[in-house]
């Protein structure tokens, strides 16, 4: 069996600030993250944000990397916390998933 899954990332500029939302998708997914009203979802999606210190050149580029980043940590996380809730609900147990 093959499954592909997909992360799209949005960047969004405004202000010396950069905000990347990172959106988890595709084949074999249709248990991820949590749909409306706590219920199994098909996706999951997570934001980062960076800004420019006023002190500091405004380079686009370090914003986004910054805060694709920050979005794809947070995406990592909530797919460990979907794996112990998985775990969780087949066992009974409480699950720990070490990063």
């Given amino acids: 069996m ?3 899954w997909n992360v799209a990332v949005t960047l969004t ?4 600030r950069t905000r990347a939302e ?3 998708h595709g084949t074999g997914t249709s248990q991820l993250g949590l749909g409306s009203a706590g219920t199994p979802g098909s996706e999951l999606r997570a934001q980062g944000l960076a800004r420019c210190h006023p002190n500091d050149a405004d380079v686009p580029a370090i914003g986004d990397e910054v805060a694709v980043s920050r979005a794809l940590s947070d995406l990592a996380h909530q797919l460990l916390d ?3 809730r998985t775990i969780e609900s087949r066992t009974g147990e409480r699950a720990y998933v070490l990063p």
């Fill in 2 to 4: 093959t499954k592909t």
């Fill in 13 to 16: 500029e405004e202000d010396g």
């Fill in 22 to 24: 990172a959106h988890l």
């Fill in 82 to 84: 979907t794996a112990a």
